[in-house]
Nanobody, 123 residues
């Protein structure tokens, strides 16, 4: 499975960005999808996940109410709409895929990773 992110960039605090991720399945199973991020000098952290059907989502507390994860049904395509961005949201954002039908906030349960896209939020 190959996952490719796009949509990162630089924005001022309070601004918005929308990340996209598309992929090719090949012969592998990919069901749940999600996003993680890694800030400079910090460990990678879970951001959001969405179930295979798209009906169930989960978010890190730090992004609840500001970020929305969505996906295209039947496709390897997931999106992260980010509003009211803060400087602490700065980092490399990774698209994730899992063979499981749903992943509940554990990065370790994802099987596939994209290369990442940089998000920078200035004061």
């Amino acid at each position: 499975v190959q996952l490719v992110e796009s949509g990162g960039g630089m924005v001022q605090a309070g601004g918005s960005l929308r990340l996209s991720c598309t992929g090719s399945r090949g012969t592998f199973s990919l069901n749940a999808m999600g996003w993680s991020r890694q800030a400079p000098g910090k460990e990678q952290e879970f951001v959001a996940a969405i179930s295979e059907t798209g009906r169930t989502t989960t978010y890190a507390d730090s992004v609840k109410g500001r970020f929305t994860i969505s996906r295209d049904a039947g496709k390897i395509a997931v999106y992260l709409s980010m509003n009211n961005l803060k400087p602490e949201d700065t980092g490399i954002y990774y698209c994730l895929g899992s063979r499981a039908s749903f992943v509940n906030s554990s990065i370790g349960e994802f099987d596939y990773w994209g290369q990442g896209t940089q998000v920078t939020v200035s004061e």
